[in-house]
């Protein structure tokens, strides 16, 4: 599963986005890349909430590769959390880096995901 939100060439302002996704059995990997911010979040919001719907029991949330992380972002993974909860499924983030790393820290108890 890939998705890209932005248009080429990208409006002044939004930045571009992808979404790479794979599944095993119960586990899926979610791969961000780009501008997690509120331009981005329906997409990836519809990519969390897919893999939730097929039944994906444990989100894998790599951000290696987001470059900018913003509240609609963090939102994204709020609800991720939220919709995971309600299904007996759980979220995990990882890879964060740089100022999506320390807003994920900042952020911890208004988004209750467990990041590595």
């Known amino acids: 599963m890939s998705a890209c939100l ?12 992808s979404v790479n996704a794979s599944r095993d059995a119960d586990t899926a990997l979610v791969a ?3 501008e997690l911010d509120l ?9 969390l909430d897919f893999l939730l719907d097929s039944g994906a029991r444990d989100l894998l949330i790599d951000l290696e590769r987001v470059t900018y992380l913003d509240c609609g972002g963090l939102a994204v993974l709020a609800r991720a959390a939220r919709s995971a909860h309600a299904v007996g499924a759980r979220v ?3 890879r964060a880096q740089g100022a999506p790393r320390e807003l994920l820290d900042r952020a911890r108890e208004r988004v209750p995901v467990p990041v590595f």
């Open 39 to 47: 331009a981005a979040a329906p997409c990836a919001d519809a990519a």
């Open 6 to 17: 932005t248009p080429t060439p990208a409006p002044r302002g939004i930045g571009p986005f």
């Open 32 to 34: 961000f890349r780009g």
């Open 92 to 94: 995990y983030v990882f």
